[in-house]
Nanobody
């Protein structure tokens, strides 16, 4: 079993930065790919970024590429999402999810989400 807990959300102005953390419990976390999703009110859930179990491969949605960076610290069982140059359209609840296979479309564990609000 893996439990995921997000933190680091908050309110910032346009152009600001935040770093989200996804802390995991469970000895098998290091074998999972981890993804960040977001969902804004009235909009579909969007996969923002992903990182393989080894950290050797990452992916980004076009909407965030060049502004967001995903990384993982295996020693701390934590995945981070550094978000720079934030825009109002980045406002959403951000969730992390873990999947056993990279890009399989299957997500085995989810966190509870953390709110990010970007004001203009």
């Amino acid at each position: 079993q893996v439990q995921l807990v997000e933190s680091g959300g908050g309110s910032v102005q346009t152009g600001g930065s935040l770093r989200l953390s996804c802390a995991a419990s469970g000895r098998t976390f290091s074998s999972y790919a981890v993804y960040w999703f977001r969902q804004a009110p009235g909009k579909e859930r969007e996969r923002v970024s992903g990182i393989t179990s080894t950290g050797g491969r990452t992916s980004y949605a076009n909407s965030v590429r060049g502004r967001f960076t995903i990384s993982r610290d295996s020693a701390k069982n934590t995945v981070y999402l550094q978000m720079n140059s934030l825009k109002p359209e980045d406002t959403a609840v951000y969730y992390c999810a873990a999947g056993a296979s990279w890009n399989s479309g299957r997500y085995d564990y989810w966190g509870q989400g953390t709110q990010v609000t970007v004001s203009s």
